[in-house]
């Protein structure tokens, strides 16, 4: 039996950086990058987030359970795609911008952090972190640990880690081709090793690990 790991609340909500990311998913296109504060960039894959599912995304659809949540739903294509299948799913995410997508493809949706009180904690059957979302808050453990209070007993989270080997926890802000940027927020990545670390260190199993199209996954469940 493991202890359950508290959750210590991030002192002040952040966002994904205001306009360069709301522009981006009103049009459905980038490019958009993620500067960190030494000046390197990540690319958004915007297009991809826009567009419905693809191969990579229907392995992680394949395995939900419902009810379904997806923590930083963005424009909603997993939302819109698990609510297709008649499965119960509901989307979070802090962005105006993302939730309007996200109503406007028929998806139940919240304009509110996974750190805020939600409905149903403790009884989704399913969580997912997609498209890098294990970075949320800059803190992994506490988001790990977060999302273990709201799955019911035998609940999964499906994560996706990074592409490659990292583990990083930085300070970015959302940046489009003009220059134009948003404000600084926490954010973090974990490669395939990392996840499977935290997920450890934060009263997970890992029950599953998946690659397809140069993408990561995990599928973890919590030890109770």
Not at 98 to 114: H, I
Not at 175 to 199: I, V
Request: hydrophobic share 45%.
């Amino acid at each position: 039996m493991t202890t359950s790991v508290p959750v210590a609340r991030p002192a002040t909500a952040t966002t994904w950086g205001g306009d360069p990311y709301a522009r981006a998913l009103v049009s459905g296109r980038g490019p958009l990058f993620l500067r960190r504060e030494d000046g390197w960039l990540l690319p958004l894959e915007v297009e991809r987030w826009c567009a419905p599912p693809d191969a990579a995304d229907r392995t992680m659809l394949r395995r939900c359970r419902g009810p379904v949540l997806d923590i930083g739903c963005g424009p909603g294509r997993l939302v819109a795609a698990v609510a297709g299948y008649g499965v119960p799913v509901l989307g979070l995410d802090v962005s105006p911008a993302a939730v309007a997508r996200t109503k406007g493809a028929g998806g139940a949706v919240l304009c509110r952090s996974v750190f805020d009180r939600l409905p149903a904690e403790g009884r989704w059957g399913t969580a997912l972190l997609a498209d890098g979302n294990i970075g949320i808050g800059g803190d992994p453990h506490t988001l790990l640990a977060r999302v273990r209070e709201l799955l019911a007993p035998g609940g999964r989270l499906l994560a996706e880690a990074a592409p490659h080997e990292v583990d990083e926890r930085v300070t970015v802000r959302v940046e489009d081709a003009h220059g134009r940027q948003g404000r600084d927020f926490p954010w973090a990545r974990l490669g395939p090793l990392a996840l499977r670390a935290a997920a450890r260190a934060t009263g997970w199993s890992v029950a599953e690990e998946w690659s397809t199209s140069g993408r990561r996954f995990a599928a973890l469940v919590s030890v109770r």
